[in-house]
């Protein structure tokens, strides 16, 4: 089971419920965790395992060859993103704007617009304690994260088919890559806190969700600060709220630290069994 831990903004836990969620699982049977957060991935800061793997991950963008163009500008014309512009007497590529669609490379009569590898981060495997942790991070200056976290997703498929339960710690927002880390998972954790501002952009994540047709549930973080509109609103709309984890000074303390939390307070282990009950629940008839 794909499970994706998701938030409509930054901040609320995405990566604390990912990490302390993973160990907590791991306890009992093995699990995976990745870290789908490429722009600025953290939860390694958590999971502080065994390097077992490490890899260059590429994205294929147009080279123009000038000596094979005629021209023609029909590399222009058929670019959805304007990534390839006709200046005068040269072809000028923006791999920045590309998306590697290929139509360019595919369309182009004289075969003057080859796609050529471009690295755009790395991938590393880590292994601790019944946890194998991916992690992706996007090189400094590359603009799209979304074939970085489809990379991922497919290392993870090919590698870890026995691994029953693998957790996705996904990028915050509702933009294209939340997108990409959401869209094949079998369910989707919300994470929110009690405030105005995580009650606004949960809202905007359940929406993108229901768009999306995705089984979703909501967990609140630092419950007890704010104000009972989260509370009340999914109570109203049906949309389950499988735990609370509570506002501790500790916690805070423990995570600046890098430090896993549930081991450590026992509230917070509590709530953690709470959301691997109704996990393993809506396992079973995956498994039947």
């Not at 072809?91 to 617009?113: G, K, M, Q, R």
């Not at 993870?156 to 959401?182: H, M, Q, R």
């Amino acid at each position: 089971m794909k499970i994706a831990i998701a938030s409509g903004k930054g901040g609320t836990g995405k990566t604390t419920l990912s990490t302390n969620l993973a160990a907590y699982i791991a306890e009992s049977q093995k699990v995976v965790l990745s870290d789908l957060d490429v722009e600025e991935p953290n939860s390694g800061l958590f999971i502080k395992g065994a390097l077992i793997k490490e890899e260059n991950k590429f994205t294929m963008k147009p080279e123009w060859k000038e000596d094979k163009c005629t021209l023609c500008g029909l590399c222009q014309e058929v670019c959805n993103y304007n990534a390839i512009v006709k200046l005068g007497n040269e072809i000028v590529v923006f791999p920045e704007l590309c998306h590697s669609c290929y139509a360019c490379s595919e369309l182009c009569p004289t075969n003057a617009l080859p796609m050529v590898p471009q690295k755009m981060g790395v991938l590393k495997h880590f292994e601790k304690n019944g946890i194998s942790f991916i992690e992706s991070r996007l090189d400094i200056g590359q603009e799209q994260a979304v074939p970085l976290i489809a990379q991922t997703l497919e290392f993870v498929d090919e590698n870890f088919l026995d691994t029953s339960i693998k957790l996705y710690d996904s990028p915050p927002g509702t933009s294209c890559p939340v997108i990409e880390a959401t869209k094949d998972a079998d369910f989707i954790i919300l994470i929110t806190e009690p405030t105005p501002f995580g009650f606004n952009d949960l809202k905007l994540a359940i929406e993108t969700m229901k768009k999306l047709e995705k089984k979703f549930a909501v967990v609140i973080n630092r419950f007890g600060i704010g104000n009972d509109d989260v509370v009340e609103y999914c109570e109203k709309e049906n949309i389950p709220l499988i735990a609370k984890i509570p506002n501790n000074r500790k916690v805070a303390e423990l995570y600046s630290r890098g430090e896993l939390i549930y081991d450590k307070i026992p509230e917070v282990k509590q709530e953690l069994k709470k959301i691997t009950d109704y996990i393993l629940k809506i396992l079973k008839p995956n498994k039947a």
